[in-house]
């Protein structure tokens, strides 16, 4: 299992960050080859006023899943997205899901914030990224509250 200090995964392993605490497995790209989300709901706790949690997404490979090309977004990376203001990703990453939602033949990542903040206290949100080829990007997310 990869873990935050392993080279080409993002992030670093700090104490009490939960990597691992959610995932999903599907088709994000279009290779033939499944691909792994990893949650890490506490990444950042208490270090940015705009969000915490960080998902990640690993490319599967014919050899499993790989390192390379990892991507990852916080929280706090989708805080624009989500109008910014009131609407705060906490604990980014609690749930996940690899999904077609959009009916393309591709899976969006669809991750669960259920401690948002919208602007009530855990309110809750779900973001839905398409991934596709450049990974997951705080920019390419619609947010639901």
């Known amino acids: 299992m990869p873990q935050q200090d392993q080279a ?4 670093a392993a700090e104490r009490d960050d939960y990597f ?7 088709k994000v790209n279009n290779n033939r080859c499944n ?9 950042n706790d208490g270090v940015s006023h705009h969000g915490s949690g960080m998902v990640t997404l690993m ?5 499993g899943v790989s390192s390379t090309g990892a991507t990852s977004v ?3 990376a ?23 939602a959009n009916g393309e033949g591709l899976g969006e990542v669809v991750v669960g914030a259920p401690g948002a ?10 973001a839905v990224f ?16």
């Open 20 to 26: 691992g605490y959610s995932l999903a497995i599907g």
């Open 8 to 11: 080409g995964v993002p992030g």
């Open 117 to 126: 903040q919208t602007p009530h206290l855990n309110g809750g949100l779900v």
């Open 35 to 43: 691909d792994l989300v990893i949650g890490a709901l506490r990444e």
């Open 78 to 100: 989708v805080y624009g997205a989500a109008g910014g203001g009131d609407v705060i990703a906490w604990h980014l990453g609690a749930t996940l899901a690899i999904g077609d």
């Open 59 to 63: 490319w599967g490979s014919p050899g």
């Open 130 to 145: 398409t991934g596709r080829t450049a990974g997951l990007s705080g920019t390419a997310v619609r947010i639901f509250t």
């Open 74 to 76: 916080t929280g706090s």
